[in-house]
């Protein structure tokens, strides 16, 4: 372990969660007009109809096996009665299937914004980094996944990445884990790290919203045109004479 590890791995993962909270805090109070999808679907929605949801529940299922494989303890799940085996395979299946899954949605909506001219013009430069960002991790992702257990003999990052990434939280980081990890895992993690940092200044905040205001909103009153106030005159069917 040398300075740049600790620079890797100490250093940029409190900066990433720094920018992450600090930037949201920053984006609700100062741009909370701005804080939406953004949606183009009225522009086109044949592909975004393919796209959107694969892309979103590809990354639902995926964003859910990484809380269980980096927050879960592998002694957890081993006392739970998940063998390692059973454990490796469910994970190594739905991750791969999931993956494939988001970087195809991904790749339609990448090709919608890109050739569908209205949907083209509305997008940022915010959109642009944070389309780049979000596919070069998905990509990293899932080329570890591949490389190192169906290619390769298979690795056992529950033992390396997810206590590192616990021990960040505990404000005890243990760089010398990620250090030894191999590379893709590693450009993934650094790659994660970005995609938090910029992750406030882009349209990935819709992410952290919910419509929690609609269930103490007034209702919305809706009045029939039928409806005549009392002692007016019914209106007549067709044309009135001229007076």
């Known amino acids: 372990m040398n300075a740049l590890d600790v ?12 920018v992450f909270v600090l930037g949201h805090v920053w984006r609700y109070r100062y741009d909370k007009f701005g804080w939406t999808t953004r949606s183009s679907q009225m522009y086109e929605s044949r592909l975004l109809r393919i796209g959107s949801p694969l892309f979103h529940f590809g990354i639902l299922v995926v ?11 592998k002694s957890w799940t081993e006392a739970a009665g998940v063998s390692e085996e059973a454990y490796h395979v469910v994970a190594v299946v739905l991750g791969t299937i999931a993956g494939v899954a988001t970087l195809g949605g991904l790749a339609i909506l990448i090709y919608r914004r890109r050739t569908v001219g209205p949907v083209f013009t509305a997008t940022t430069r915010n959109d642009k980094l944070m389309y780049a960002v979000l596919a070069v991790t998905i990509v990293l992702g899932l ?25 960040i939280f505990y404000f005890q980081p243990d760089p010398a884990l990620m250090a030894g990890a191999p590379l893709l895992f590693q450009l993934h993690a650094l790659s994660a790290l970005l995609l938090f940092a910029v992750w406030p200044f882009t349209r990935l ?3 952290l919203t919910a419509p929690v205001g ?9 009045r029939s045109r039928a ?12 044309w009135e004479p001229s007076r």
């Open 205 to 207: 905040v819709h992410m």
């Open 214 to 222: 609609y269930l103490t909103r007034p209702y919305v009153v809706y």
């Open 7 to 18: 620079v890797l791995w100490v250093v940029a993962p409190y900066v990433a969660l720094t």
């Open 63 to 73: 964003l859910l096996g990484h809380i269980g494989g980096l927050v879960i303890p």
């Open 143 to 167: 080329a570890a996944t591949v490389m190192a257990n169906i290619v390769g003999g298979g690795y056992d990052y529950r033992t390396t990445i997810s206590p590192w990434f616990r021990s």
């Open 227 to 238: 409806e005549q106030p009392t002692g007016a005159r019914a209106p007549r069917r067709g």
